[in-house]
Structures are given as structure tokens and as C-alpha cells.
């Protein structure tokens, strides 16, 4: 556990027993949402190069336009 967590939890500490539980509540749900992105994006790297590369071929072909953001 790095000191800036420990310091964290010391402080969480000194709270209120219904406050603690409402920021370990929070600090769950963050971290489930965190690994759920996390799962969601995992190997998508991969993917989006391929539609990078995609998209820069179009473009070296002149198959796409110019976007005008004062037409859409």
C-alpha cells in the first residue's frame, strides 16, 4: 500500500462510522467500474489500429472529404 493510501485511509478513519461507509461504498463502485472499463477495453488496441489504418488508407486514396463542423 503506497503512504498516499495509507494517509487516505487514516483520515477515512477519524470519520463518522455511516461516512466511512458511505466512501467505502463509493471507492468499491469506483473500482468495479474502473475494472469493468478496463475489461471492456482490454485488446481493443489492436482494433482501433486497424480502423486507424483503415481510415488513413481511405484518406491517401481520396475516398473521404473534409469535415466542415459548420455543416453538421
Do not use: C, Y
Not at 10 to 19: F, G, H, I, T, V
Not at 41 to 61: C, N, P, V
Amino acid at each position: 500500500m503506497t503512504n498516499q493510501l495509507k494517509k487516505a485511509f487514516e483520515e477515512a478513519s477519524k470519520l463518522p462510522e455511516q461516512e466511512q461507509d458511505e466512501l467505502a461504498r463509493f471507492v468499491l463502485v469506483e473500482l468495479t467500474s474502473e475494472r469493468r472499463w478496463s475489461e471492456a477495453f482490454a485488446g481493443s488496441g489492436k482494433r482501433l489500429q486497424e480502423l486507424a489504418d483503415e481510415a488513413a488508407t481511405e484518406h491517401e486514396q481520396g475516398s473521404t472529404i473534409a469535415l466542415d463542423p459548420d455543416t453538421l
